[in-house]
């Protein structure tokens, strides 16, 4: 085995270090030896910086790195900028890896060579408190999936992306090819739109993951999803509440219909951007959002949608805005 080929990079901003220290402790507990991989925190401009709090002294080729720019695209870029290997593996910080994760990555990244990027098992724990039964249908929301026990991978034709694939790699525990990840950061260089897909700070913005896959798709890597990859989504009290998925799924499904538009996949169609406020009362009504926590999160995904769709662009820049 070449001496040291993966990249893991942890990104976080003020992290809660009870759950980052057993983030950090499930890489120390990896099967394949330290000296085969390096790791990267990226500090996203913490209020406190994490230098002194965070040991990694354990690991021979280890670095922590205060990226002032705010927001996850920008310090997963700054990771892969640091980054000296040409197989990368993301893990967020609230992210508890199987230990053999980053064995299970590297093989897979040496079998399926037209693979760009891959995902597996991402499961919820929810520590100290239990849920309630209806959570289980939002886990997605979450960052969390089980798609069962077999390989999925994406088929390539002429670099067309018609469909998105539904076991594409989600954030959490993204493995991905430096050359992917290089081509889709060139392409997104001059965009401001795309670049502050990601989390920032407490916005729940999100879809830069879904903007890495298309990108990928359409310069012919395949993806895949390795149930042999599991992972644990560490999730608090906090965000299983029908406030907090409410607000995820407005801006998950705000920011996947306006990545659709951008790449030209957009199944549905725009809409006037005045009628946006009537459609979301109307849409209260449909959905019933008063009767229960359920009702409530998926009349906020229907506001998500109207406002994806209800954008005005500006093919000069490819700006957004509602």
């Given at each position: ?289 008063w009767t229960n926590q359920e009702a409530f999160i998926k009349w906020k995904g229907a506001c998500g949608l109207y406002e994806g769709l209800g954008i005005e662009i500006t093919k000069e820049s490819y700006f957004f805005s509602i």
């Amino acid at each position: 085995m070449e001496n040291n080929i993966l990249s893991v990079i942890v990104c976080t901003y003020n992290p809660n270090l009870e759950i980052l220290n057993r983030v950090i402790l499930s890489l120390k507990s990896q099967t394949l030896q330290s000296e085969h991989w390096e790791l990267i925190v990226i500090d996203n401009n913490s209020t406190e910086p994490l230098d002194t709090k965070l040991d990694l002294n354990w690991h021979p080729n280890s670095k922590i790195i205060i990226e002032k720019n705010q927001g996850l695209a920008l310090a997963r870029i700054r990771g892969v900028k640091e980054s000296a290997n040409e197989f990368i593996v993301f893990i967020d910080d609230d992210n508890v890896a199987n230990n053999e994760y980053l064995n299970n990555s590297l093989q897979l990244f040496t079998k399926y060579e037209s693979v760009g990027l891959f995902g597996g098992k991402a499961l919820p724990n929810y520590l100290e408190h239990t849920p309630a039964d209806w959570i289980k249908g939002y886990i997605g929301l979450l960052g969390c999936r089980d798609l069962g026990e077999k390989e999925l991978i994406s088929t390539i034709e002429d670099k067309k992306v018609d469909e998105y694939p539904y076991f594409s790699p989600i954030g959490t525990g993204m493995c991905i090819r430096k050359k992917v990840f290089l081509t889709y950061l060139n392409e997104i260089e001059n965009s401001n739109f795309r670049k502050n897909l990601g989390r920032k700070g407490a916005a729940l913005t999100s879809g830069e993951d879904n903007d890495i896959v298309i990108t990928a798709l359409k310069s012919g890597w395949q993806v895949g999803y390795f149930p042999q990859l599991l992972i644990e989504h560490i999730i608090p009290e906090k965000r299983t509440t029908k406030e907090y998925l409410g607000k995820m799924n407005q801006a998950q499904n705000k920011s996947w219909i306006q990545l659709l538009l951008f790449h030209a996949i957009c199944p549905w169609s725009q809409i006037p951007k005045w009628s946006v406020p009537l459609r979301k009362s109307k849409a209260f009504f449909t959905y019933k959002a008063w009767t229960n926590q359920e009702a409530f999160i998926k009349w906020k995904g229907a506001c998500g949608l109207y406002e994806g769709l209800g954008i005005e662009i500006t093919k000069e820049s490819y700006f957004f805005s509602i």
